[in-house]
């Protein structure tokens, strides 16, 4: 599977300027005869969370119809990062899978809110997981903090997840420990594991980019752009089998003891 992410800036409270952006970078990407294109966290309108109720996209129909429309045009599969949403009064970080005909197979909320970041204040927290196909390889997707919950990525690995799709808006003042937890995300579930991370500024943070690409060892496929644009890397699936074969962690998993000790 050849990847494209779109380490895109993202303009503050402008999900005008933000869509067109978006449709160029895919466009763009898909010229490069990709499989799959990969959006950062909340590229529609950044952290702008007190203006929520203006910009957020009433129960994702913009967002939907957009990704379908680009999905089709280039014959891609978009992983579309996540975008604000507004459901039934209520506002959600919420990430939308389209495949290459234009068919929404997958939406997710993000599960752990960042409180450093206020997005408790405004948005509420997603109940589900987020497991779904692509060209015949079972994928998860989560966003951003949810990256710092292990337990919360090897529940869509133990349910056959071999990429883990990880949108992000993770500041530069903490981009080592982003590094790190995704290489031991690849390495304890022995996955794939596609991570975009925005650049550009906003009026709280600042962003550096860093998205990476790391395999089920943890080598890393591509990492340490710090500028906008469009990263390439190609997936051999294969390789998930082989890793799992060598180390056979799942086998020798003891989910009864776990189950044990946390009931005591």
Same mark, same amino acid.
């Given at each position: 599977?050849?990847?494209? %992410?779109?380490?895109?800036? %993202?303009?503050? @409270?402008?999900?005008?300027?933000?869509?067109?952006?978006?449709?160029?970078?895919?466009?763009?990407?898909? /010229?490069?005869?990709?499989?799959?294109?990969?959006?950062?966290?909340?590229?529609?309108?950044? !952290?702008?969370?007190?203006?929520?109720?203006?910009?957020?996209?009433?129960? +994702?129909?913009?967002?939907?119809?957009?990704?379908?429309?680009?999905?089709?045009?280039?014959?891609?599969?978009?992983?579309? +990062?996540?975008? @604000?949403?507004?459901? &039934? +009064?209520?506002?959600?970080?919420?990430?939308?899978?389209? &495949?290459?005909?234009?068919?929404?197979?997958?939406? !997710?909320?993000?599960?752990?809110?960042?409180?450093?970041?206020?997005?408790?204040? !405004?948005?509420?927290?997603?109940?589900?997981?987020?497991?779904? &196909?692509?060209?015949?390889?079972?994928?998860?997707?989560?966003?951003?903090?949810?990256?710092?919950?292990?337990?919360?990525?090897?529940?869509?690995?133990?349910?056959?997840? *071999?990429?883990?799709?990880?949108?992000?808006?993770?500041?530069?003042?903490?981009?080592?420990?982003?590094?790190?937890?995704?290489?031991?995300? @690849?390495?304890? &579930?022995?996955?794939?594991? %596609? @991570?975009?991370?925005?650049?550009?500024?906003?009026?709280?943070?600042?962003?550096?980019?860093?998205?990476?690409?790391?395999?089920?060892?943890?080598?890393?496929?591509?990492? +340490?752009?710090?500028?906008?644009?469009?990263?390439?890397? /190609?997936?051999?699936? *294969?390789?998930?089998?082989?890793?799992?074969?060598?180390?056979?962690?799942?086998?020798?998993?003891?989910?009864?003891?776990?189950?044990?000790?946390?009931?005591?």
């Amino acid at each position: 599977m050849k990847i494209a %992410v779109v380490q895109m800036d %993202v303009a503050f @409270a402008d999900p005008e300027k933000n869509f067109l952006r978006a449709q160029n970078w895919i466009e763009e990407a898909a /010229e490069n005869a990709v499989d799959t294109i990969v959006l950062p966290e909340m590229w529609n309108a950044g !952290y702008a969370l007190e203006e929520l109720d203006r910009l957020a996209d009433e129960n +994702g129909e913009r967002t939907k119809a957009f990704l379908s429309e680009q999905a089709k045009k280039c014959n891609v599969n978009i992983v579309g +990062g996540s975008v @604000a949403v507004k459901k &039934n +009064g209520q506002y959600f970080n919420t990430q939308y899978v389209t &495949n290459r005909n234009g068919d929404i197979v997958a939406e !997710y909320d993000k599960a752990h809110l960042f409180k450093l970041m206020d997005e408790h204040l !405004y948005m509420n927290a997603g109940e589900k997981a987020n497991v779904f &196909n692509i060209e015949g390889v079972t994928c998860g997707g989560v966003i951003c903090y949810d990256l710092r919950f292990p337990e919360w990525i090897r529940a869509h690995v133990l349910k056959g997840a *071999q990429i883990m799709f990880i949108p992000a808006q993770w500041p530069s003042k903490r981009i080592d420990h982003w590094q790190l937890l995704l290489q031991a995300r @690849a390495i304890e &579930n022995q996955c794939y594991i %596609v @991570a975009v991370n925005r650049v550009g500024k906003d009026p709280n943070n600042e962003f550096n980019g860093h998205s990476m690409v790391i395999a089920p060892w943890g080598d890393l496929l591509l990492s +340490g752009e710090t500028s906008e644009g469009i990263l390439y890397a /190609e997936l051999d699936l *294969q390789e998930v089998k082989r890793v799992r074969d060598t180390i056979p962690v799942f086998n020798d998993r003891r989910p009864n003891l776990y189950e044990k000790i946390f009931s005591e």
